[in-house]
Structure formats: C-alpha cells, structure tokens
T-cell receptor, first 112, second 114 residues
Framework: NAGVTQTPKFQVLKTGQSMTLQCAQDMNHEYMSWYRQDPGMGLRLIHY???????DQGEVPNGYNVSRSTTEDFPLRLLSAAPSQTSVYFC???????????FGPGTRLTVL | AQTVTQSQPEMSVQEAETVTLSCTYD???????LFWYKQPPSRQMILVIR??????QNATENRFSVNFQKAAKSFSLKISDSQLGDAAMYFCAYRNFGNEKLTFGTGTRLTIIP
C-alpha cells in the first residue's frame, strides 16, 4: 500500500492563480480531510468528506473548494490564490470509528 | 467548540532523561479520544499514542506514556529515556466520539541535547 499520497510536494503560485492539490489513498478509507499548518497555529481543518459524493466545511474553508467523486481521491482547489494561503497542506484519511488517521507527506505552498 | 492548548512552545531534555509535554483541552463531551502526534523535520505526521476517554488506564507505547486526568481535562505525554530521534514537534489532538474531525494544539518543539 502506498498509503496517502499528495502531489505536488512543493508549489509556488502568483496571487490570483488557481491550482489543485491532489490527494489519493489506496486503503479504501471512507473519511478524508484537508488540513493546513501555519507557524504557531497547529493544524486546522479546511474541508472533509465522509464518503464519495459527500463533503463538508471545516474550521477554515474560505478560498478552498473540494469534491469527492471517488473513494480514493479528494482534491483541494484554490480558485484564486492569495498570500494568506501560503501554508503546508496535509491530507488525511481513516475508516469510521477507527482510532488512527493516516496523513500524507504534505504540500508546501507559497503564494507570492 | 473544542479547544486544545499546549502551553510549552519549546522544551529541551538531555539524552536518556525523561521529559513531560503538557496538553489541556476543553470540551463538554463525555466520549472522546486524545492523541499525541510527532512531526519530525521530514514533516510527516506520526501517531505516537492515543487515549480513549472512557478508559481510566493511561495508555503506554514503549518509552511513551500519558497522564490522562479527565476531570482536570489534562493529557500530558511523558517520554522516557529520550533519544536523539525523539527531536520533533509534538502535537496534542482531540476528537469527539463518532466524529473523525481532529482539533490540534499549537505544538511543542522538543530538542534533545546530546
């Protein structure tokens, strides 16, 4: 199993550009989520999904869109990047009622 | 909403000594889970230890153990026989029962002094 994979590992954008951060898992996990990590603030939940076709907002959803068309994939879209979105982004997945979420390696995004 | 507080931004310990990282949380729920995650310089989030709130016994994983005080809403991590590989950011996290959403603290950076 590859576990949770994220691409790209690093990305630099200009303000106003759009892009999609990819996340995939091969563990058949129903639950997937996106977090952002900023210095001094820990990880904060952006969006999550409890299964294909179902998504919901987390703590900091503004500026981000998600969709879940398959169990395996959960992309995060930035429609118009802003410097405030400079961060490290983590994708995670788990089975319901399990006691462990599996995290991807993260994507470091810089918006100039 | 639940909150998790880690009041020690940085800690250091001599190699082979014991160190305790503090975590407090606020919740009105009675059923929940608590976690400690390690984030080394590689950035990977690694689960260190977990505690179910309904269990009175403190969780232990090799050199890592917790002191879970439910009434005080305290969840500290003790690392015994500290090793150089323990150097990392440590995050305390909370999850409600029946919900997969994690709430993280702001982290404690642990330095191991050779």
């Amino acid at each position: 199993n590859a576990g949770v994979t994220q691409t790209p590992k690093f990305q630099v954008l200009k303000t106003g550009q759009s892009m999609t951060l990819q996340c995939a898992q091969d563990m058949n996990h129903e639950y997937m989520s996106w977090y952002r990590q900023d210095p001094g603030m820990g990880l904060r939940l952006i969006h999550y999904s409890v299964g294909a076709g179902i998504t919901d907002q987390g703590e900091v959803p503004n500026g981000y869109n998600v969709s879940r068309s398959t169990t395996e994939d959960f992309p995060l879209r930035l429609l118009s990047a802003a410097p405030s979105q400079t961060s490290v982004y983590f994708c995670a997945s788990s089975r319901p009622i399990s006691n462990e979420q599996f995290f991807g390696p993260g994507t470091r995004l810089t918006v100039l | 909403a639940q909150t998790v507080t880690q009041s020690q931004p940085e800690m250091s310990v001599q190699e082979a000594e014991t160190v305790t990282l503090s975590c407090t949380y606020d919740t009105s729920e009675s059923d929940y889970y608590l976690f400690w995650y390690k984030q080394p310089p590689s950035r990977q989030m690694i689960l260190v230890i977990r505690q179910e709130a309904y269990k009175q016994q403190n969780a232990t994983e090799n050199r890592f153990s917790v002191n879970f005080q439910k009434a005080a809403k305290s969840f500290s991590l003790k690392i015994s026989d500290s090793q150089l590989g323990d150097a990392a950011m440590y995050f305390c996290a909370y999850r409600n029962f029946g919900n997969e959403k994690l709430t993280f603290g702001t982290g404690t950076r642990l330095t191991i002094i050779p």
